[in-house]
């Protein structure tokens, strides 16, 4: 079995109980294996969490889910130096690892906790690596950061900083599934919940997860998919463009407030190539950059308030991009 199949396969697993969402499922799997973080972002009840804990249950990995409070504090997260008193009387510290020591780490709805709690996943999300009592420990070579968030204007909410947003490679965003979707949401729940009274005092059953040799293979090939000199200066131009849009228009120009950074650039550039490589493509093509060009941009994007009280959004910012953008 090829690993471009067992990856399609996997999709398939997590499909099956986030009905209407496919789009989600295909960021998650994407992100993954861009050894990226993913955030998602939609109203409460819309299968977030559920998406992300259905991968996870798919894998051979870690998992752990950190909830995002009011309350939470870096040490909740990261760890910390616990100091021990041993039998002779001696004294000494222990480093305690956090939840965020894990394969996949769900950062559940990361904008109801304060700033400085949401900084502390800086290190870990771009160095992959974290930094108590000026000790760095290690994270799992396979280590991703998948975040729901409610929307901002949501009651009790704080924004994420430009820092923060920056270090997901794509941003998701979740809405209410279709009816046909809604109603097959009802039996599957009520299926689930049948299943799991039935199995209550039983042993678990046997299920066949992915091997993460998996996912580092599929990470192989997607670095073999080649993209030509003409697609990366499309994808150079297409952020260019959002740093300096006075070269294309005034009303580009105004929906602007800051250009996107590097890391937005190698963000489109790593998700295009994975987008050709799940299509069977070997070639990176126009579409396969634009097909994935609002997930990689739309956080990075800051809209003036000017242009905000005009319900200018992100995605209508990138609309505008893959239109005045020309491929040379």
Request: hydrophobic share 35%; proline share 6%; charged share 30%.
């Amino acid at each position: 079995m090829s690993v471009l199949t067992e990856i399609q396969n996997l999709k398939d697993e997590v499909s099956k109980s986030i009905i209407g969402q496919e789009d989600v499922v295909s960021h998650l799997l994407i992100s993954l294996l861009c050894n990226g973080n993913l955030l998602i972002e939609g109203l409460p009840g819309l299968a977030k969490t559920r998406a992300i804990k259905s991968l996870a249950s798919n894998m051979e990995c870690e998992f752990n889910r950190i909830q995002f409070a009011p309350d939470i504090t870096p040490r909740d997260i990261t760890g910390q130096e616990v100091l021990y008193t041993h039998e002779d009387g001696r004294h000494s510290y222990k480093f305690e690892q956090g939840p965020i020591f894990a394969n996949l780490v769900l950062a559940d709805e990361i904008n109801r906790a304060p700033a400085k709690a949401q900084s502390c996943l800086l290190e870990a999300m771009e160095e992959r690596q974290v930094t108590v009592a000026a000790v760095s420990h290690k994270l799992p070579p396979l280590f991703m950061v998948m975040a729901t968030m409610n929307p901002s204007k949501q009651h009790g909410t704080n924004p994420l900083a430009e820092a923060q947003l920056d270090r997901f490679m794509m941003h998701v965003h979740v809405d209410y599934p279709d009816e046909e979707a809604e109603v097959q949401v009802l039996g599957l729940v009520r299926e689930e919940q049948r299943t799991y009274v039935d199995k209550k005092d039983k042993p678990k059953d046997d299920k066949v997860r992915l091997p993460q040799e998996v996912i580092f293979k599929a990470r192989s090939e997607i670095d073999t998919i080649s993209i030509s000199p003409e697609m990366e200066r499309y994808i150079v131009d297409l952020v260019f463009a959002t740093r300096y849009p006075e070269r294309y228009s005034y009303q580009l120009k105004s929906c602007i407030k800051e250009g996107v950074s590097p890391r937005g650039s190698l963000a489109v550039d790593k998700a295009a190539r994975a987008y050709t490589w799940f299509k069977g493509d070997k070639d990176v093509t126009p579409e396969h950059i634009q097909s994935i060009l609002h997930s990689c941009l739309r956080h990075r994007i800051p809209i003036p308030e000017d242009a905000q009280k005009d319900n200018v959004t992100p995605n209508d910012v990138v609309d505008e991009l893959i239109k005045v953008v020309e491929i040379k």
